[in-house]
């Protein structure tokens, strides 16, 4: 069974950091195109940066120059540096996977599992960031 676990989030003030990480499993990592969405209250399911398997990265505009994404193969973990938050990235944040890279890490989707074999969803970490 192909699984993500997130883990990492909290609260912060405005100005601070967190490290999400995204544990993988039941699948080859190395292999497949990861991403971190976020939605919140309210809100629409958003992409906020993915990684392809062949190392080409994508960051949504609002968290560009402040959020890095990186992964470790042999950890078969997924990261995500979150710098200089603001209260609008506040957000229950999720772990994707398209396993065996079976497909984009497409910006327009629910944040909730697909009945697919090669998707991999996570059950969110909150962050939450006051002024």
């Known amino acids: 069974e192909v699984q993500v676990l997130e883990s990492g989030g909290g609260s912060v003030q405005a100005g601070g950091s967190l490290t999400l990480s995204c544990t993988a499993s039941g699948f080859t990592f190395a292999d497949s195109n990861m991403g971190w969405y976020r939605q919140a209250p309210g809100r629409e399911c958003e992409l906020v940066s993915s990684?392809?398997?062949?190392?080409?990265?994508y960051y949504v505009d609002s968290v560009k120059g402040r959020f890095t994404i990186s992964q470790d193969n042999a950890k078969n973990t997924l990261y995500l540096q979150m710098n200089s938050l603001k209260p609008e990235d506040t957000a229950e944040y999720y772990c994707?996977?398209?396993?065996?890279?079976?497909?984009?890490?497409?910006?327009?989707?629910?944040?909730?599992?697909?009945?697919?074999?090669?998707?991999?969803w996570g059950q969110g970490t909150l962050v939450t960031v006051s002024s």
């Open positions: 990684i392809s398997k062949d190392g080409g990265v």
């Open positions: 994707a996977a398209v396993v065996g890279a079976k497909g984009e890490i497409s910006p327009n989707r629910l944040c909730r599992p697909r009945n697919s074999p090669f998707d991999a």
